[in-house]
């Protein structure tokens, strides 16, 4: 096959997508508020939620986060997000549930956390809430599913919300309008590297 054979068949195969891809964006036309679940035990699930933060804020969106594990407030995005006025940032956990190693603990704080949390979803000049580390305080029952789901439902319309976790729970999933699950291939920290600023903190 000569060279521009080779040319004319790659254009007729990527007309073929255009076409096949507009014909979808075109019978795209509902719009609401999203709520998506980012799971799996691959790396980056809060990475990406905080890429749609950045996203957001670039589109002029006000932003709420909650952190349900997490206790560290030394990590860059809380360092660069919370300073924004557009971010409204909560660090909500004791630390992992190995660290703390009391189940009642756990427990009231997660309960703690979603009273603060509520606030966010039932805010109309919020339009993105990112949920970062629900799914453990769901999967291990600290919380209520059915409760936390019906919180999540009932929100401003075009407000969009961001779960993130491993091990998201089947009732989380079936809610969920988008459901990406990151696969863990490979990882710095089983060769013996710790978690690196700019990266992982």
């Not at 000569?2 to 979808?24: G, L, P």
């Not at 995005?77 to 300073?83: L, N, P, Q």
């Not at 549930?97 to 704080?109: F, H, M, N, T």
């Amino acid at each position: 096959m000569s060279d521009s054979e080779k040319a004319e068949r790659h254009k007729k195969r990527m007309q073929r997508k255009e076409a096949v891809v507009d014909a979808s964006i075109e019978r795209a036309d509902k719009e609401k508020g999203l709520l998506l679940v980012l799971t799996g035990n691959g790396k980056g699930k809060s990475s990406s939620a905080f890429g749609m933060l950045a996203r957001a804020l670039g589109h002029g969106m006000r932003v709420g986060v909650a952190q349900f594990i997490k206790s560290r407030t030394d990590t860059g995005e809380e360092a660069f997000f919370s300073k924004l006025e557009q971010v409204e940032w909560h660090v909500l956990g004791g630390g992992f549930s190995w660290k703390v190693q009391d189940l009642d603990k756990d427990i009231a704080l997660a309960e703690k956390g979603w009273e603060t949390t509520r606030p966010l979803l039932q805010n109309p000049d919020i339009d993105l809430v990112v949920l970062d580390e629900l799914t453990y305080p769901l999967k291990y029952g600290w919380l209520d599913t059915d409760a936390i789901l019906a919180d999540i439902a009932a929100r401003p319309p075009m407000q969009h919300v961001v779960v993130t976790g491993r091990g998201a729970t089947q009732a989380l999933l079936d809610a969920a309008d988008t459901v990406s699950e990151l696969e863990d291939v490979k990882h710095a920290f089983r060769a013996g590297y710790k978690a690196q600023r700019g990266v992982d903190l």
